[in-house]
């Protein structure tokens, strides 16, 4: 149910009775701080799982869990605090804190202030402008539930069609076992070696091809410019 039509609604019935608003404000910024906290410990136990899955729409689900860490590095207090105001960042900033070992009272503490602040925002506007405003805040939150459903289905149809249309056009041969071994062996070696497994399964795994040189999914195009012209280049990923 969207949060805000509703906080405003109950601004204004609080201001029409003439009951403190403050219980309203109170008790929802304490349960969306709930429900980050509860994302957060969800982010922490299963790891970058969780943030693939809400990926999972990208053309490179590794690339965009890859691009959210940098991002959350670079400002993690601003990120958290900012991610209230900003519809769909929430639900992704939560589990990424749990996920880059932010301190838990750090993000307790940033997140319920900035809970705080987005709930007393949205129930003080139902107290200043009363009833007058919410048939225009439900018409837009229609209009914008209309439009939002036709963007999500035209990018899960562009996303098929170009998932498809690259396969098609830029799809490359394998290359086996043995003659993996035969191009490393040579004197040099034919080929580079790039591992572009995902995080989470090169962290966890105990062996890599030797001689390959490691890049991160989301960091690749920032190393296209350093591959060897004179070599054909082997990519292996999960």
């Given at each position: 149910?969207?949060?805000?039509?509703?906080?405003?609604?109950?601004?204004?019935?609080a201001?029409?009775?003439?009951?403190?608003?403050?219980?309203?404000?109170?008790?929802?910024a304490?349960?969306?701080?709930?429900g980050?906290?509860?994302?957060?410990?969800?982010?922490?136990?299963?790891?970058?799982?969780?943030?693939?899955?809400?990926?999972?729409?990208?053309?490179n689900?590794d690339?965009?869990?890859?691009?959210?860490?940098?991002?959350?590095?670079?400002?993690?207090?601003?990120t958290?605090?900012?991610?209230?105001?900003?519809?769909g960042?929430?639900?992704?900033?939560?589990p990424?804190?749990?996920?880059?070992?932010?301190?838990?009272?750090?993000?307790?503490?940033?997140?319920?202030?900035?809970?705080?602040?987005?709930?007393?925002?949205?129930?003080?506007?139902?107290?200043?402008?009363?009833?007058?405003?919410?048939?225009?805040?439900?018409?837009?939150?229609?209009?914008?539930?209309?439009?939002?459903?036709?963007?999500?289905?035209?990018?899960?149809?562009?996303?098929l069609?170009?998932?498809?249309?690259?396969?098609?056009?830029?799809?490359v041969?394998?290359?086996?076992?043995?003659?993996?071994r035969r191009?490393?062996?040579?004197?040099?070696?034919?080929?580079?070696?790039?591992?572009?497994?995902?995080?989470?399964?090169?962290?966890?795994?105990?062996?890599?091809?030797?001689?390959?040189?490691?890049?991160?999914?989301?960091?690749?195009?920032?190393?296209?410019?350093?591959?060897?012209l004179?070599?054909?280049?082997?990519?292996y990923?999960?």
């Amino acid at each position: 149910m969207p949060a805000f039509p509703v906080l405003l609604l109950a601004g204004s019935v609080a201001a029409e009775y003439r009951f403190s608003a403050v219980p309203l404000v109170v008790a929802s910024a304490c349960g969306f701080w709930m429900g980050d906290l509860i994302w957060y410990a969800v982010g922490r136990i299963q790891g970058r799982r969780v943030l693939g899955l809400l990926c999972r729409l990208s053309l490179n689900p590794d690339a965009c869990v890859g691009r959210a860490e940098r991002r959350f590095r670079r400002r993690p207090a601003l990120t958290v605090a900012g991610a209230k105001f900003i519809p769909g960042l929430s639900l992704m900033v939560a589990p990424l804190a749990g996920i880059l070992r932010m301190p838990p009272v750090q993000f307790a503490a940033i997140d319920g202030a900035a809970s705080m602040t987005w709930s007393a925002a949205a129930v003080m506007s139902g107290v200043v402008f009363g009833k007058r405003v919410l048939p225009h805040v439900i018409r837009t939150q229609r209009a914008i539930e209309v439009l939002g459903g036709a963007a999500v289905l035209a990018f899960v149809a562009w996303k098929l069609y170009e998932r498809r249309w690259l396969v098609r056009h830029y799809s490359v041969a394998r290359v086996d076992i043995a003659e993996l071994r035969r191009l490393l062996a040579s004197e040099p070696p034919e080929v580079l070696v790039i591992d572009l497994r995902s995080e989470q399964a090169f962290s966890g795994s105990a062996q890599m091809v030797p001689g390959a040189r490691r890049i991160p999914p989301g960091e690749f195009e920032r190393h296209v410019n350093t591959m060897p012209l004179d070599k054909e280049i082997i990519l292996y990923c999960t």
